[in-house]
């Protein structure tokens, strides 16, 4: 019945009439009191107006019914020929309120049809093939054709109402939002088949779906001339139910199209093997109609449990094993012919991964040197120097929102006192050459000889000055001042001039951490220089896990050492750094010897007495 509809709203009697009969063959067509009185209507019409003779007819044979139907027409009073066609096709309702909106179609098709009776032929043609187009459900092909067409007859009124049309059916089906797959697929089913709802599946793409997934979510979009009532679904026999235990019923939102339904269903459980998944979407006809649309759907096992995982899983495993095994030989025998040996004894640690144990000590004076002096002291080869050199680094790479620190590191073990104040503008100045100028004058430049406190004092001024022009944040000179022992030996006048530098109004960019033994508070004058000058910080040994990590990281996977081994060398050290890389140094040395891999309590009892004596 819908092809016939489109055979007769393009003026293809003939055809039109021949669709209605083969529908009203159908005994279901008579079921639907509205439907079959819209097909007799519109068959009796067909009949009427596959006559040539109603529109063209002879003199002889022209009815006076003929001639008044003719001379309204051809006068262009469509509404009066539309009704007098009504009684023509002797129903009372000619064609419902769908049908009734296409009236002015029918009659504008004959009227062009008889004003261009010489190009009939040709147009017709050209006609037929964009509407076969249509039919297929190609659309947007459909309406390029016509658009083609147009250019050619532009006020072709048959014409411009399939424009119409299409573009309506496509922004219907929102076929433009789709695939050109399912375009098709729903188009084309829509077209030949209106009785029942149409599927087009998105998500599985085929009937026949493998995963190894335990759920699947389904995804597409059914379609009917009428609408969608709603979506049902059955899984591997049984209905398909939601939370509160009542079946699933899923229908469209108030915002959606319910003649094209785009739907997506989640998370549908899957037993292992063979699943049927059914969905059923019922039409709102008031003879409600259904379609079934059956889903097969296979899980497998997930990959991990698949033989063929386990064998690569297997193979892999045994591949990083023999490579780790082959690393591990390979490593130690390089370390014996290179005598490898990482351990340090005697010389500051400045590489960060032989540091251990001193972070939250590091953090600690990070945290207060900005507006405070330190003094951080311990017994000799407590790793005094190597904090020094790790504080220093950790200031030059510091990205602080606040201050811009310059870390200035001052060895004074051996300085003389006279070479003192030049020796410290000296490390000074070589530290900050990359901020300084060439033309800065200094009178270090001028005077070694005789450069002493005020001198200091003026230039350090002057460096001052210039890197605060060199950033917009506040300056903070550290001063990293090691072996400061050194001025216990120097005259209370010395210290005494240092001390009142660090009192200058310039000083508030000025901050000092001094690193000894101790520093000596008592003086022959009055009052001590360095009285409650400092914040001062003790440095207790290692901590055990610490310690532990001194002995065994630096040589992890090459040599190790038994329990026993690790804990008399914690014994032996007090766990001192100094003192845990000397045992070290010597047991790696000693197994690199003998050829073996793993330092044992003999070798360190062996090396005890060499180790002890060279303590000092």
């Given amino acids: 019945m819908h092809l016939g509809q489109a055979y007769f709203y393009s003026g293809q009697y003939k055809k039109a009439l021949e669709n209605f009969q083969l529908s009203e063959n159908y005994e279901v067509i008579k079921q639907s009191e509205p439907r079959y009185a819209l097909l007799r209507s519109l068959k009796n019409a067909a009949q009427k107006l596959s006559q040539p003779s109603l529109f063209v007819p002879s003199q002889a044979n022209m009815t006076e019914k003929d001639s008044v139907l003719i001379g309204l027409i051809l006068s262009n009073k469509y509404s009066k020929a539309i009704n007098y066609l009504q009684e023509l096709s002797g129903v009372k309702n000619f064609v419902p309120g769908e049908i009734l909106a296409e009236k002015d179609a029918i009659i504008k098709t004959k009227n062009a049809l008889i004003a261009e009776k010489d190009a009939t032929i040709s147009f017709q043609q050209q006609f037929n093939q964009c509407l076969e187009t249509y039919l297929t459900g190609n659309y947007s092909l459909a309406i390029s054709k016509f658009l083609e067409l147009q250019t050619q007859y532009p006020q072709n009124y048959l014409i411009n109402n399939w424009i119409k049309k299409i573009r309506s059916e496509l922004e219907r089906l929102s076929l433009e939002e789709k695939s050109s797959e399912i375009e098709k697929v729903v188009t084309e089913k829509i077209i030949t088949k209106t009785a029942a709802p149409v599927f087009a599946m998105q998500n599985p793409a085929t009937n026949l779906q493998e995963i190894r997934s335990s759920k699947i979510s389904i995804a597409g979009v059914v379609g009917d001339d009428k609408g969608i009532d709603h979506i ?40 292992m093997g063979k699943n049927q998944i059914t969905l059923v979407a019922y039409d709102i006809d008031s003879l409600q109609h259904s379609e079934i649309l059956p889903l097969t759907v296979i899980r497998k096992s997930p990959i991990y449990k698949t033989t063929l995982f386990h064998i690569i899983s297997g193979t892999l495993l045994i591949l990083i094993i023999g490579i780790t095994v082959i690393s591990k030989i390979i490593k130690y025998r390089i370390a014996i012919v290179n005598r490898y040996n990482p351990y340090i004894a005697g010389a500051p640690i400045l590489h960060e991964e032989m540091f251990f144990g001193r972070e939250q000590l590091l953090k600690s004076i990070m945290n207060t040197l900005h507006h405070n002096s330190l003094m951080i002291y311990g017994p000799r080869r407590i790793g005094k120097t190597s904090i020094q050199h790790q504080l220093k680094r950790k200031l030059e790479t510091l990205k602080d929102s606040e201050y811009h620190y310059v870390p200035v590191y001052i060895d004074l073990q051996g300085v003389p006192e006279d070479k003192f104040f030049s020796s410290m503008i000296e490390d000074i100045v070589d530290s900050c050459k990359g901020y300084l100028d ?108 610490d310690a532990i990590g001194l002995i065994k990281n630096p040589v992890k996977g090459i040599f190790s050492y038994d329990d026993l081994a690790i804990e008399k060398i914690l014994h032996y050290s007090e766990r001192h750094p100094y003192l845990i890389q000397k045992f070290c140094i010597y ?30």
Avoid: C
Avoid at 471 to 491: A, C, G, I
Avoid at 598 to 609: H, L, M, P, S, Y
């Fill in 232 to 271: 049902e679904l059955t899984v591997n026999g049984a209905i398909f139910t939601v939370q509160d235990g009542n079946p699933f019923k899923l229908l469209p939102l108030p915002a959606q199209d319910p003649k094209n339904f785009d739907f997506k269903i989640a998370d549908i459980p899957l037993q």
């Fill in 438 to 545: 060439n033309g800065l004058d200094l009178q270090i430049y001028q005077n070694n000889d005789g450069y002493d406190g005020r001198n200091f004092s003026k230039d350090l001024k002057s460096l001052i000055i210039h890197l605060r022009s060199k950033s917009t944040k506040d300056l903070r000179l550290v001063l990293l001042m090691d072996e400061v022992d050194e001025l216990n030996r120097y005259s209370d006048r010395i210290n005494q001039r240092l001390r009142s530098i660090f009192m200058k109004t310039f000083a508030e960019n000025l901050v000092a951490v001094m690193s000894g033994t101790h520093i000596r508070k008592k003086w022959e004058s009055e009052g001590s220089p360095w009285y409650n000058f400092f914040e001062e910080i003790e440095i207790p040994p290692l901590k055990r896990e």
């Fill in 587 to 616: 047991a790696i040395n000693r197994i690199i010897e003998a050829k073996r891999r793993k330092v044992t309590a003999e070798d360190v009892e062996a090396i005890r007495k060499q180790v002890m004596e060279e303590k000092e």
